[in-house]
């Protein structure tokens, strides 16, 4: 009789975190291992064997824990954890070459190591860089092209004068990336549209930046 009044309260504490249905699945999974925790504190009091106590654990982890709840807590976890797939950090001498490739050393008068230090001081050779600008407009991609005139973000009356998304210029094999830039340069300031161009490129010894690469 004692002991079954003991494990009463039990049943009456964790009646009312199942019955409602607008937990969320982390929150839930929060909930349950509270749960637990207090429903062992509380069995102190009751059976002291470790059997019973493990028992009672076993049961409480399969009716307020399901599998699937804790799978769900998991898969949103590791995708905030994981980085994007698409995000691509390139090192000196391979962007070099992917510039290369392209045909972007002499393009307009500019070298290559023009192209390489540019990349490096708009995004830091990052592929998938995006920057907010406080007007509203995005700054995308390896040379941080913005959205204001050269593309479109799906906002209304932009010249966008690339033809492309600006989703476009953040992939990683850059193709989109190096034809719009390449339009941005056959303006009047050719390069010097970029500011960190003309601050931290221009007019330098720029060997540095293509020294040790093989095209």
Known sequence: MVSALRRAPLIRVHSSPVSSPSVSGPRRLVS??????????????????????????????????????????????????????????????????????????????????????????????????????????????IFQINSRRWCSNLTPNVPNVCQMYCSDLLNPNLKDTVICAMKITQEPQGLGYWEAWRHHCQGKDLTEWVDGCDF
């Open 32 to 141: 349950c291992l509270s749960s637990q925790s207090s429903a062992l504190s509380q069995s102190g009091g009751g059976s002291t064997s470790a059997a019973g106590i493990e028992a009672r654990s076993r049961a409480l982890r399969r009716r307020w824990c399901p599998a699937g709840i804790m799978l769900l807590a998991l898969v949103c976890l590791l995708s905030c954890l994981l980085p994007s797939s698409e995000a691509k950090l390139y090192g000196r001498c391979e962007l070099a070459r992917v510039l290369h490739d392209f045909g972007l050393d002499g393009y307009r008068g500019y070298s290559l190591a023009d192209w390489v230090c540019l990349a490096y001081f708009t995004s830091g050779f990052n592929a998938a860089a995006l920057d907010y600008e406080a007007d509203g407009s995005t700054n995308n991609g």
